[in-house]
């Protein structure tokens, strides 16, 4: 405990005699659990999003404008009929104007300009999760299409699908770019702390002549890349959580029109928040072991 104790008392003193040196390895350890925290976050949302997309998954009819009402009774019924679908709602062209100008008013003025019904008429079905196989949906929308009055039928797991590929080729990317930050903030860390076991060489001498345990020379070199892991954890987690604010203030009513209150930004879980805190300590660690093998 007393090697423990002297170890962080000498830490603190050599990070705050050597701020500037050390604040290059602050900062790239900073930056190496900024992206991968970054990163975490942007998936953790995501994943979210998918996974009520996908319980809510609807299919879209979108009808001609020329549809004519027994057309539309005709697409009404097949649609209430099939014992995969929960509801279907008709949107008129009034209707689906006016939601377009809800979710993106910077574009209103020029809908407007596109004619009376610039977009078309449709139905929005809703389908029961359990029963809406990839089969049963792709037979429902074949027969849909094949009616007279529709225009085209969209599937939102097609999308869906296409945006889990993206979110798992972006993780692989943010993964690997991590990896290479943090080696970095490993070598940068192992780089400082050789400097100031340079710099305490003489000292270092000293007490191995007076038989001073290894523990007590290489321990305050390991915790000094300690308390610089921790510190640049703690500055990067601060800097994500002002960003996470700043998003969330700015996209917060955008999300939750496009898709609902589910859709609200969330941070970070507490247990991926202490293992970023705890990926910090251990990269500076690692690089304070490196460093401190030379001090023999």
Same mark, same amino acid.
């Given at each position: /405990?007393?090697?423990?104790?002297?170890?962080?008392?000498?830490?603190?003193?050599?990070?705050?005699?050597?701020?500037?040196?050390?604040?290059?390895?602050?900062?790239?350890?900073?930056?190496?659990?900024?992206?991968?925290?970054?990163?975490?976050?942007?998936?953790?949302?995501?994943?979210?999003?998918?996974?009520?997309?996908?319980?809510?998954?609807?299919?879209?009819?979108?009808?001609?404008?020329?549809?004519?009402?027994?057309?539309?009774?005709?697409?009404?019924?097949?649609?209430?009929?099939?014992?995969?679908?929960?509801?279907?709602?008709?949107?008129?062209?009034?209707?689906?104007?006016?939601?377009?100008?809800?979710?993106?008013?910077?574009?209103?003025?020029?809908?407007?300009?596109?004619?009376?019904?610039?977009?078309?008429?449709?139905?929005?079905?809703?389908?029961?999760?359990?029963?809406?196989?990839?089969?049963?949906?792709?037979?429902?929308?074949?027969?849909?299409?094949?009616?007279?009055?529709?225009?085209?039928?969209?599937?939102?797991?097609?999308?869906?699908?296409? /945006?889990?590929?993206?979110?798992?080729?972006?993780?692989?990317?943010?993964?690997?770019?991590?990896?290479?930050?943090?080696?970095?903030?490993?070598?940068?860390?192992?780089?400082v702390i050789r400097l100031a076991l340079h710099a305490r060489q003489q000292e270092v001498e000293i007490m191995h002549l007076v038989g001073a345990p290894l523990a007590f020379i290489r321990g305050?070199?390991? /915790?000094?890349?300690?308390?610089?892991?921790?510190?640049?954890?703690?500055?990067?987690?601060?800097?994500?959580?002002?960003?996470?604010?700043?998003?969330?203030?700015?996209?917060?009513?955008?999300?939750?029109?496009?898709?609902?209150?589910?859709?609200?930004?969330?941070?970070?879980?507490?247990?991926?928040?202490?293992?970023?805190?705890?990926?910090? /300590?251990?990269v500076g660690c690692v690089g304070g072991l490196v460093a401190a093998r030379s001090a023999r």
């Amino acid at each position: /405990m007393s090697a423990v104790r002297f170890a962080a008392e000498e830490a603190t003193l050599s990070l705050w005699r050597r701020r500037r040196s050390n604040l290059l390895s602050l900062l790239t350890i900073s930056i190496a659990i900024f992206v991968l925290g970054g990163f975490l976050l942007v998936n953790t949302n995501v994943q979210r999003w998918i996974g009520h997309w996908s319980s809510a998954a609807e299919v879209s009819v979108y009808l001609t404008d020329r549809v004519s009402p027994d057309e539309r009774a005709a697409i009404a019924r097949v649609l209430s009929d099939s014992p995969i679908v929960i509801a279907a709602e008709f949107v008129s062209h009034p209707e689906a104007l006016r939601r377009f100008r809800a979710l993106f008013p910077e574009l209103a003025d020029a809908a407007g300009q596109l004619g009376d019904r610039p977009l078309p008429a449709s139905f929005e079905v809703r389908l029961r999760s359990n029963d809406a196989t990839d089969e049963a949906v792709g037979q429902l929308s074949d027969g849909l299409r094949s009616m007279r009055g529709v225009s085209d039928v969209r599937y939102d797991r097609t999308w869906i699908e296409r /945006m889990v590929s993206f979110v798992e080729n972006s993780r692989a990317a943010g993964a690997l770019l991590a990896a290479v930050l943090v080696l970095a903030a490993a070598l940068t860390v192992a780089s400082v702390i050789r400097l100031a076991l340079h710099a305490r060489q003489q000292e270092v001498e000293i007490m191995h002549l007076v038989g001073a345990p290894l523990a007590f020379i290489r321990g305050p070199f390991v /915790m000094e890349g300690v308390l610089q892991g921790g510190l640049g954890a703690l500055l990067a987690l601060a800097v994500l959580y002002a960003a996470f604010a700043v998003g969330r203030l700015r996209l917060g009513d955008w999300l939750s029109g496009l898709a609902g209150p589910e859709s609200a930004l969330v941070f970070l879980p507490w247990t991926a928040v202490v293992a970023l805190l705890a990926g910090g /300590m251990l990269v500076g660690c690692v690089g304070g072991l490196v460093a401190a093998r030379s001090a023999r």
